[in-house]
């Protein structure tokens, strides 16, 4: 996004200011070449804003047009500015000192390694060669070894490494692209393995479990056509049902157990390197993902992991190798125990992974920052985040104007957090649920570095109404100013935030919980939102939750629920007869002041899965509605199945049908998915007709489901409407922060203009 791009003046000198991510990216070196090529004279340096050029010479316009079209794979430019000045007669041009001050420039996100440092890994005559630590400014990790800025050496776990000669001479060429490539370091001089190549791919090819030291923390992994292997790494990590991401030796190897199309495979190509989701073969053992017609696959991202593939194949020279199909595939999941945070520490992996792996696999570069592996999918044609770590963090967010610096803390699920900078938002890596002392204490450090790593001093920190969240008590307990946002209002926030889009805005969010008004379970709302309030203009009808929270976990009790609501009370005990409580189930339901209710999306969902039979107890969140997707081979829309009173949906008739006995699961599933997107289309029209908009945001984390965020798309476009989504941050829980931070910085805005008369500024004193 360009902020300022002045026209390029005919002078023979010129000053260019360049904003963005393009510190510690090989950006200088790449001006340097850039310079020489079109023989100018002048210099390039790194400063607090950024990088700073100043170039002369009679091919400066040259120069300037192609800085953006050629600049490193991991640069992100916001802006190019320019202004003339005055001519010195440079003919050299060179690479100066640093400039001094705090840094506001972002650090860089871990990126895959490249191709040309594969090709020294695999090349005999390197002095790279199989070592599995090769790097340079284009690729290799960033922010997981990063404990300050600015980003030098002296600041990462490289520290703890002094370069040999030849990557001390390679550090300091701006001809070498390994030029200020902090993490630089070869077999002479750098981090070493704990265990040979050959001992590993071994113990994985003899259906061991293996616990491997990666970029953001510790994998295990396995063979997975291992059915006995892959089996028993989910009764040791005590996961029951919750599919596993695979790892495949290369593109090449995509086919053999998923479909993928153009978009996909760039996606699992992309220098982020995220799992995506694909349509499953079936061709893996049936523990890996049971139940469900996707595949999280991924490719190596680290040389340690092609190593690993490398070693199948016999160990040959060059990369021939990586154009066939490898037959081993890898089960390739996070070292997290219980749910607990992702190991990263050495002593910590022998403690607490020693009962799940039966070898463990260690290397002397610290892990700094943890980093799950990022997951990702393609809906109606484009990328979607689901979980947003290694690779995309800590990249910011651009805003649509400046905003006062915020800590915004999140939920409790899928917990981030959010610190705004001027017309910046930096969302952290995924946190995971508050649910432990240990994850809370990883939250608490996060914030720490994040803030620290940034230098900011924020003027309030944002948090859910939610009162017992983790996170809301410590937000409430910290020395700056606490503002309490809606659940769901933070979702539509979060939208409007990554489209750069202010004022008013209709927002569907779709989920499983959200603290609503007087502490009501809401989960299915269409909001008329601006940048610091909400109306509430539609949601689902209610539906009672016998149980409370477990009938989160225990779909047949929504199913219960939905028979209830239709007056079939009498079918509930004999229809779930297997399930301890179903014979109390329907005077608990009869006790509407012992039951509370929902208008939660996700809850619709499990009563659909409950009255099917295809899902009846989660084994983990989301699951009954995964399921349910997956039989989804067409959608089919029953026209008559909801209502719409007030701006209240209910599906009862859609319900009634779905309840017959020994009705197609299969065409159950696509009656539902047809019909509830349509309702929701139909419930957005009249709203957006009613209050004159052409837009909505579509958030929560019921639009990862593909068939329902197609199915919404096509139906809002005809029916003259934008449907904004969320791409850069995910639509579930952990695009809450963002959202927290955009609806706090509008809030501030608001005193601040009652105030004063003026918008609020990037400066925190100006609140």
């Given at each position: 996004?360009?902020?300022?791009q ?12 360049v904003?963005g991510?393009v510190q ?11 310079a ?9 340096c790194?400063?607090a804003?950024?990088?700073?050029i100043?170039i002369?010479g ?15 794979p ?7 500015e320019?202004?003339?000045?005055a001519?010195?007669?440079?003919t050299h041009f060179a690479?100066?000192a640093?400039g001094e001050g ?6 860089a ?9 594969l090709?020294?890994l695999f090349d005999?005559?390197s002095?790279?060669h ?13 922010y ?5 800025l600015?980003y030098?050496r ?6 703890a490494?002094?370069?040999?000669a ?8 701006p ?7 902090e993490?630089?370091?070869c ?14 791919v071994?113990?994985?090819v ?7 030291k990666?970029?953001g ?9 291992n059915?006995?292997?892959v089996a028993?790494?989910r ?11 695979v790892?495949?030796?290369s593109?090449?190897?995509v ?13 699992l ?11 499953s073969r079936s ?10 017609a996707?595949?999280?696959v ?6 340690l992991h092609?190593l690993?593939?490398?070693a ?8 021939a190798w990586q154009d ?16 607990e ?12 992974l020693?009962?799940?792996a ?7 570069r610290a ?10 999918v ?16 800590p990249r910011?967010?651009r ?10 803390v999140g939920?409790h699920?899928?917990?981030t957090?959010t610190?705004?900078r001027?017309?910046e938002a930096?969302?952290s890596?995924h ?10 204490r990883y ?8 803030l620290?790593?940034?230098d ?5 920190v ?10 809301t008590?410590?937000?409430?307990a910290?020395?700056w100013?606490?503002?309490a ?15 750069g889009v202010?004022?008013p ?11 609503g ?5 809401w989960?299915?709302?269409?909001l ?12 689902l ?13 225990e ?5 219960a629920?939905a028979?209830?609501a239709?007056?079939?009370?009498d ?13 109390q ?16 999306a996700g ?5 659909v899965?409950g009255?099917?039979?295809t899902s ?9 509605a995964?399921e349910?997707?997956a ?15 007030n701006?209240?949906v ?6 009634e ?5 020994g009705f ?8 539902f998915?047809?019909?509830?997107a ?10 957006a ?5 052409g ?11 593909r068939v329902?965020?197609k199915?919404?798309?096509a139906?809002?476009l005809?029916?003259g ?8 941050v995910?639509?579930?829980?952990a ?8 609806v706090?910085?509008?809030?501030l805005n608001?005193?601040?203009v009652?105030?004063?008369?003026a ?6 004193e100006?609140?």
């Open positions: 996004m360009t902020v300022a002045h026209s390029i003046p005919s002078t023979p000198r010129l000053r260019v200011r904003r991510t510690g990216v090989g950006f200088r070196p790449y001006v340097y070449g850039l020489r090529r079109y023989e100018l004279g002048g210099f390039v790194n400063d804003d950024g990088v700073l100043e002369e009679a091919r400066v316009p040259e120069f300037v047009r192609a800085l953006r079209r050629e600049a490193p991991l640069a992100r430019i916001d802006a190019v320019t202004e003339t000045a001519a010195s007669g440079d690479i100066a640093s705090p840094a506001t420039t972002p650090i996100a871990d990126a895959a390694t490249c191709e040309r440092c090709d020294d005999p005559s002095r790279f199989l070592y599995p630590f090769v790097n340079c400014t284009d690729c290799g990790p960033r997981t070894l990063t404990r300050r600015p030098d002296l600041n990462t776990s490289m520290a490494f002094s370069m040999c030849d990557c001390a001479g390679d550090y300091r060429s001809g070498n692209r390994r030029f200020h490539a993490p630089i370091a077999p002479n001089c750098g981090p070493k393995l704990s265990h040979g190549i050959d001992d590993i071994a113990a994985l003899g259906g061991k479990i293996v616990a491997v990666s970029l923390g510790f994998q295990l992994l396995c063979d997975a056509r059915e006995q292997a028993s790494l009764a040791r990590k005590n996961r029951d049902a919750k599919p596993f991401a790892m495949v030796a593109i090449a190897s086919d053999g157990i998923a479909d993928s199309d153009a978009i996909e495979r760039q996606l190509g992309s220098i982020e390197r995220p799992i995506v989701l694909l349509k061709a893996l053992a049936a523990s890996v993902a049971p139940g469900l996707h595949l999280g991924m490719l190596p991202y680290t040389p092609h690993l593939f490398h199948v194949f016999g160990k040959p020279d060059k990369r066939e199909a490898c037959d081993l595939v890898l089960v390739a999941t996070s070292a997290n125990p219980g749910g945070p992702l190991v990263i520490d050495d002593d910590d992996a022998q403690r607490r020693a009962g799940i039966d070898l463990i696999v260690t290397h002397d892990i700094v920052v943890r980093a799950d592996d990022s997951v990702a393609v809906i109606d044609g484009a990328p979607a985040l689901i979980r947003r770590a290694r690779g995309y963090a910011p967010i805003l649509a104007r400046d905003v006062p610096s915020v800590l915004a939920g699920l899928k917990a957090v610190v705004t001027g017309r930096f969302v890596q946190i995971g649920d508050l649910g432990s002392a240990d994850s809370i939250f608490e450090q996060t914030v720490a570095h994040l620290d790593i940034l900011v001093e924020p003027v309030a944002a948090h859910d109404r939610h009162p017992d969240y983790a996170s008590r410590f937000a409430e910290q020395r100013p606490a503002l946002i809606q659940h769901h209002h933070a979702h539509v926030a979060a939208i409007a935030a990554e489209n202010e004022g805005l209709l927002g569907l969010v779709l989920d499983g919980f959200g603290y008004e007087n502490g009501a379970n989960g299915g709302e269409l008329l939102c601006d940048d610091a309030s909400f109306t509430r203009v539609g949601h009808s209610p539906l009672p939750m016998p149980g409370g929270d477990i009938a989160a976990r779909p047949w009790r929504m199913a629920a028979l209830h239709l007056g079939r009370d079918e509930i005990a004999g229809r779930f007869a297997g399930h301890r409580y179903a014979g189930i329907t005077q608990l339901l009869r006790q509407q002041s012992a039951t509370p209710a929902t208008t939660s809850r619709l969902f499990d009563a899965a009255l099917l039979g009846v107890v989660q084994h983990y969140e989301g699951q009954a995964m349910l997707e039989r989804v081979r067409r959608v089919r829309v029953d026209r008559a199945g909801w209502t719409i009173d701006g209240a209910s599906f009862l008739p859609l319900l049908l779905l309840a017959s006995p197609d699961a299969t065409v159950g599933a696509e009656l998915h047809g019909s509830f349509a309702a929701m289309v139909d419930l957005v029209t009249r709203a007709n009613a209050h004159g908009l837009a909505v945001a579509l958030g929560g984390g019921c639009f990862l489901n329902l965020a199915e919404m798309r139906g809002l005809a029916a409407i934008e449907p904004l989504t969320a791409r850069a995910p639509p579930n829980d695009g809450l922060s963002l959202g927290q931070a955009w706090a910085a509008g809030i608001q005193q601040h009652r105030a004063s008369g918008l609020i500024g990037s400066r925190p100006c609140v």
